[in-house]
């Protein structure tokens, strides 16, 4: 049996490696949870709160933003995705397009990544703005699409082709853990199976 393979340039890697990525989280809020019509609410949960896990194993700078909560007095995100994102600060905004603020636009320059992968709630407004936008500038982004949701079938489906057809890419929840780990018999593998474990446990627990 041959070894692992020989870990390519970790920040010219053409797929996404720990090295090359930032990872946007936005708006994971009780009151944008509650507007979601396009996923089942327990099977988002369990997706989001996986992808927390995944960037802090793998040491993925986290840009995780909020609306609303010192303007209007919304809740901040939800502790599960917290609890996943031990020590990340939130960037709080008035501004429903999050390329639009200026703290969360530095947060995200700061970290000097170009790939920048982007979730949120909802696809079609705090998703789908800030992708658009990044795009623009330069960015290459992906959306991790098992971890998103719209106020409706028809919302959250209209930004996905909106974001593709600009240019993003659409990703999923595991499928960014394997590609981060890229091969078992690298160091830290043990990260991708306890995630494989924790996210199809999960899904177990809702029938899923």
């Known amino acids: 049996m041959s070894g692992p393979t020989a870990i390519r340039?970790?920040?010219?890697?053409?797929?996404?490696?720990?090295?090359?990525?930032?990872?946007?989280?936005?708006?994971?809020?009780?009151?944008?949870?509650?507007?979601?019509?396009?996923?089942?609410?327990?099977?988002?949960?369990?997706?989001?709160t996986t992808l927390g896990k995944i960037a802090t194993a793998y040491g993925l700078p986290v840009v995780l933003s909020t609306v609303g909560v010192k303007s209007n007095g919304m809740a901040g995100s939800n502790v599960e995705l917290l609890e996943a994102l031990p020590g990340v600060p939130e960037i709080d905004r008035t501004t429903l397009n999050s390329w639009e603020d200026p703290d969360f636009r530095a947060a995200v320059q700061k970290t000097g990544r170009k790939k920048l992968i982007v979730a949120g709630l909802w696809s079609e407004i705090c998703v789908a703005f800030p992708v658009l936008d990044a795009?623009?500038?330069?960015?290459?982004?992906?959306?991790?699409?098992?971890?998103?949701?719209?106020?409706?079938?028809?919302?959250?489906?209209?930004a996905m082709q909106r974001m593709v057809q600009a240019g993003a890419v659409p990703i999923s929840v595991i499928g960014l853990a394997a590609e981060l780990q890229r091969d078992w018999g690298r160091d830290g593998a043990d990260r991708l199976r306890g995630?494989?474990?924790?996210?199809?446990?999960?899904?177990?627990?809702?029938?899923?």
């Open 9 to 48: 340039d970790p920040k010219q890697d053409r797929l996404i490696t720990p090295a090359n990525a930032v990872l946007a989280l936005i708006d994971y809020q009780p009151d944008q949870y509650t507007g979601v019509r396009s996923v089942d609410h327990a099977e988002l949960l369990v997706h989001v």
């Open 135 to 158: 795009l623009a500038e330069g960015y290459e982004v992906y959306f991790v699409a098992d971890a998103i949701g719209g106020v409706s079938t028809a919302a959250h489906e209209a």
């Open 195 to 208: 995630i494989l474990r924790s996210y199809f446990g999960g899904l177990r627990a809702i029938g899923g």
